[in-house]
């Protein structure tokens, strides 16, 4: 067992005891509702080319412009989690119907089934730095293939949301750090395993292994909400408190905004290649990207309802939009002649996100 094993055994094995008496275990169930329209074009020399080497890309005839690409998908993630320190995350259902243009350009259908459905995993990270997934399965322990742990968050805790004890009905507080994360809990990817098993090759790191994100256009949101280039403007106003089944419920106001101007890299959005997608070398601002900018502006309004005495949050209805804008300008000397290479790629999505939250008895 390398010194790494070691490490994530000691932590699955030692950290249990730490945990807390009577650990709060809670049900939650999101269910999303994504639409992106992501546009791209490159040009050469100040001509716009097609991609995949067609149209006005060879041979002397036109140029063909690349058109927007519009996804959308319906996402359901439910699991199971306690606040005790390193306690297993348990999926209970993941899965994600989407629709996206085909190569014909015809919207194509598909669903998406969360490969860690009916798995307890850890969430953890390793001496790199990269986040990573360790399945319990009675007294085995396997690390799961890297694709599946991309996205993934840390254990929600949306406790930052809940109004102080004193907080006056209309009198607006501020939404800090604290709050960001809670919220970005409530952002989760689902993902495949085309190989059908969820592991890697040795060390669970996944070589052949083909994951696909579902919910098309998460990926966009996840990196914007965690990067630290996204400036916060968050506030939140006690709207009010109503009775339910004999319970004291408070109903929360949410008004939250990202904005950021930045390189692609800062922002966190290099890698997504405006599709929405994790990943990819050839989006603007990865690789030997050469003068990089970016844009984006996120936006989340709603209500939560909070428990005033059990102090929990126990249900969320929040809707975004989302903009980015990147571009990048590059020069490429080709047989001895120099080119200048640009990119230029815009996303602009829309957001129904709905959450309950309940303990499990």
Avoid: C
Wanted: no cysteine.
């Amino acid at each position: 067992m390398n010194p790494r094993s070691i490490g994530i055994a000691f932590l699955l094995v030692v950290a249990p005891a730490r945990a807390q008496e009577r650990p709060l275990v809670q049900r939650f169930r999101i269910e999303s509702e994504l639409a992106t329209v992501a546009t791209r074009s490159t040009l050469v020399d100040g001509e716009e080319r097609a991609f995949g080497g067609g149209g006005g890309g060879r041979g002397g005839g036109p140029s063909i412009p690349s058109g927007p690409s519009e996804t959308s998908s319906r996402a359901v993630v439910g699991f199971e989690e306690s606040n005790a320190p390193h306690a297993p995350r348990r999926y209970l259902e993941l899965h994600a119907d989407e629709t996206r243009a085909g190569r014909d350009g015809l919207p194509q259908a598909s669903r998406v089934e969360g490969a860690l459905t009916g798995r307890s995993v850890v969430r953890a990270v390793d001496d790199q730095g990269q986040v990573l997934l360790v399945e319990l399965d009675g007294d085995q322990r396997r690390e799961l293939a890297s694709e599946l742990a991309t996205g993934v968050p840390a254990r929600v805790d949306l406790a930052p949301l809940v109004p102080k004890s004193d907080q006056k009905d209309g009198v607006e507080y501020a939404l800090d750090a604290p709050a960001r994360a809670a919220l970005r809990g409530l952002f989760h990817p689902v993902t495949s395993d085309r190989r059908g098993g969820g592991f890697g090759g040795p060390g669970g790191r996944g070589r052949g292994s083909r994951g696909r994100p579902g919910g098309s256009g998460i990926a966009e949101w996840i990196a914007l909400l965690e990067s630290e280039a996204m400036k916060l403007e968050g506030k939140a106003t006690l709207a009010g408190v109503v009775e339910v089944d004999g319970r004291s419920i408070a109903r929360v106001r949410i008004e939250f905004a990202l904005r950021g101007a930045d390189t692609p890299a800062r922002l966190g959005i290099a890698g997504l290649g405006g599709t929405g997608g994790f990943g990819g070398r050839g989006a603007p601002g990865g690789e030997n990207a050469g003068e990089a900018k970016a844009e984006a502006t996120l936006t989340l309004t709603g209500e939560i309802q909070v428990d005033r005495a059990a102090r929990r949050v126990i249900a969320v209805d929040l809707k975004g939009t989302l903009e980015s804008m990147s571009s990048t300008k590059r020069e490429v000397e080709r047989d001895g002649k120099k080119s200048v290479f640009e990119t230029r790629a815009t996303s602009t999505g829309t957001l129904a996100l709905r959450a309950t939250v309940g303990p499990v008895d």
